[in-house]
């Protein structure tokens, strides 16, 4: 009996030692982390931006990498049927980029000025559609691309005796001249002061004229004279036709830095809200409109190749800046005055190209689902 009583005991004690020696020891009492030593470096995260998969890094790097990569071409020539035009610096050369939460982005020189020429056409017609509704500009002056020179005659015959209709746009001199004639203000000098104010708010400061240009050009602006009359003629035009070319050659004779063209185009990249100043400048629905006739029509006869390249609605002038609008992510801008035959910055058109390639701007460049 007491034999037995041992061996129950001893396997007892054999259980309980197997026992304690597989449980799990007990967990040490929680203790606060240390406090990182004073003066430790601590791994930064990379700036977000308003693009998708894009850094604020990213962004200056693309800038950088184009304006370094075109800074020394040496491609085209400055307009030279207007002369102050012909002496402008042509190695002017400045990119601004602005997104649509605001951060200006920009590389080389964005301080030089140069005439907004026929950028400025985007923003009268915006100004026309804002006051009259897109079916004024649709139904007098047109949206279709002419596929001719900007300042061409032969354009304003065809669409009237062959076409039979408004079949330009407002982005050509015919068109452009005749949506200016469109801007309400019972005297030129209210007509004047809503343009430039329309644009001042587009760009985020108060705008002037290049008084040398606008003397310049009106100089020289018989051609455009006779676009006008030749508009009047036909009723694209409804009175004054040689006041709507007198403020037509003021327009393209005000003064721009890239910055300003870029916040110009980042407005309309934002939904017509400026990005930096908060001014809802021109009303959302419209903003549409006004960027399928830049798609069409941007950069004078050349505007196909640029939209196959780019997909991006822009708009070009002969002072040599070029915008462009990749609409929800950003505007961007470029000055270099010297242009290719079809009256379009050389350096500019690359440069832009480049810069959306590599931020993904192209609004057509889709991936699959």
Do not use: H
């Amino acid at each position: 009996m007491i034999r037995r009583t041992l061996v129950v005991l001893g396997a007892l004690a054999l259980t309980l030692a197997t026992f304690a020696t597989a449980a799990p020891q007990a967990a040490a009492p929680a203790t606060k982390p240390k406090a990182a030593a004073k003066g430790a470096a601590v791994a930064a995260k990379p700036a977000a931006s308003a693009l998708p998969g894009y850094t604020e890094a990213d962004i200056n790097a693309a800038l950088q990498a184009a304006y370094a990569k075109y800074k020394d071409l040496q491609e085209g020539k400055n307009a030279d049927y207007i002369p102050a035009l012909a002496k402008v610096d042509s190695k002017i050369y400045g990119i601004a980029l602005v997104t649509t939460d605001g951060k200006v982005y920009t590389a080389g020189d964005i301080q030089s000025e140069v005439s907004i020429q026929s950028i400025s056409k985007v923003f009268t017609m915006a100004k026309v559609i804002e006051e009259q509704g897109p079916d004024a500009i649709a139904n007098t002056i047109g949206v279709d691309a002419t596929g001719m020179r900007f300042n061409s005659i032969v354009s304003i015959e065809f669409s009237q005796k062959a076409l039979g209709g408004p079949e330009m746009n407002a982005l050509v001199n015919p068109g452009a001249i005749a949506a200016t004639s469109m801007v309400k203000g019972a005297t030129r000098d209210a007509i004047w002061n809503g343009i430039l104010g329309f644009y001042s708010d587009f760009a985020g400061r108060p705008l002037s004229v290049n008084q040398e240009v606008f003397k310049s050009e009106s100089d020289t602006n018989q051609r455009n004279q006779a676009i006008g009359y030749l508009m009047y003629a036909y009723g694209y035009i409804k009175a004054e036709p040689m006041r709507a070319t007198d403020i037509y050659t003021e327009q393209c004779s005000v003064s721009v830095n890239a910055k300003d063209l870029a916040l110009m185009a980042g407005t309309l990249a934002n939904a017509g809200k400026n990005p930096v100043t908060g001014k809802q400048v021109l009303e959302q629905e419209y903003v549409p409109k006004v960027l399928a006739v830049m798609a069409t029509a941007g950069l004078y006869d050349d505007s196909g190749k640029w939209l196959f390249r780019t997909g991006l609605p822009g708009k070009s002038g002969v002072g040599g800046g070029i915008i462009a609008v990749s609409p929800g992510k950003f505007g961007i801008a470029v000055i270099s005055p010297p242009l290719d035959e079809a009256g379009n910055s050389v350096r500019a058109q690359k440069a832009i190209a480049d810069v959306s390639n590599a931020l993904g701007g192209n609004p057509y460049d889709v991936k699959p689902r």
